[in-house]
């Protein structure tokens, strides 16, 4: 696995768990390699791990440094499953029993993220704070605590994101009118969020993550 960022190379753990992205990995994979991604709705992670998210951000932990033995466990399983259906039944039934053995209850913080994802350019961090029944500074002290990184670093990462598959979705539209649509000053201000996020322009992301096993293999999800 490769840091684009920092230019560093590790082997990755064979169950890795990673809060919030900041900077773009990218992963060399063997003939032999399969990879099984879980993604998280917003505050689920922090609720099955009752570990503040900031202790993952951006970085890949081994699983079994947070799980013990039951990562252990599930890692053997998966690596003597004969086939993807029972490879799910096994992550399936791993995460029922996490789910029913958590205390930590959910906060409305945690919708107030999700609508953050998805209106990362027309929304107000202290309306947000307000609608989860926050002042502002216990806002941005959960956020960080239940997320990974505070809201305002969120809403960047969000509108990048939004503004790439919306581009991905309308090729023919131009990078400056993409810009103007989701709330960025101009085309450079969205192409400095590019460069910092995923460490290339936006026309040369489209070209890698295009040409990505992948998007070749159509394994992406949404």
Not at 56 to 65: M, P
Not at 97 to 113: C, F, N, T
Request: charged share 20%; net charge positive.
């Amino acid at each position: 696995m490769y840091n684009a960022i920092s230019g560093e190379r590790h082997a990755a753990p064979a169950t890795s768990i990673c809060a919030q992205q900041l900077s773009r990995y990218n992963f060399h994979l063997t003939r032999e390699y399969v990879m099984f991604r879980i993604n998280f709705h917003p505050g689920a992670l922090f609720r099955l791990l009752r570990i503040p998210l900031n202790e993952f951000s951006d970085t890949w932990f081994d699983a079994v440094s947070a799980l013990g033995q039951e990562a252990i466990e599930v890692n053997d399983r998966l690596a003597n499953a004969i086939s993807y259906q029972e490879m799910i039944g096994i992550v399936e039934d791993f995460l029922t029993r996490k789910i029913r053995q958590s205390k930590v209850a959910g906060h409305p913080l945690d919708k107030a993220v999700s609508y953050l994802l998805n209106h990362a350019d027309k929304t107000s961090i202290d309306w947000l704070a307000d609608q989860a029944c926050l002042c502002t500074r216990q806002f941005n002290r959960k956020f960080v605590e239940r997320i990974g990184v505070g809201p305002k670093v969120f809403s960047r990462i969000a509108r990048f994101f939004n503004a790439y598959k919306y581009k991905e979705a309308h090729p023919p539209i131009d990078w400056l009118s993409v810009a103007v649509m989701f709330g960025y000053t101009d085309y450079q201000h969205l192409a400095k969020d590019f460069k910092e996020f995923s460490f290339a322009t936006p026309n040369l992301w489209v070209h890698q993550d295009t040409h990505s096993p992948e998007r070749l293999l159509r394994l992406f999800g949404s």
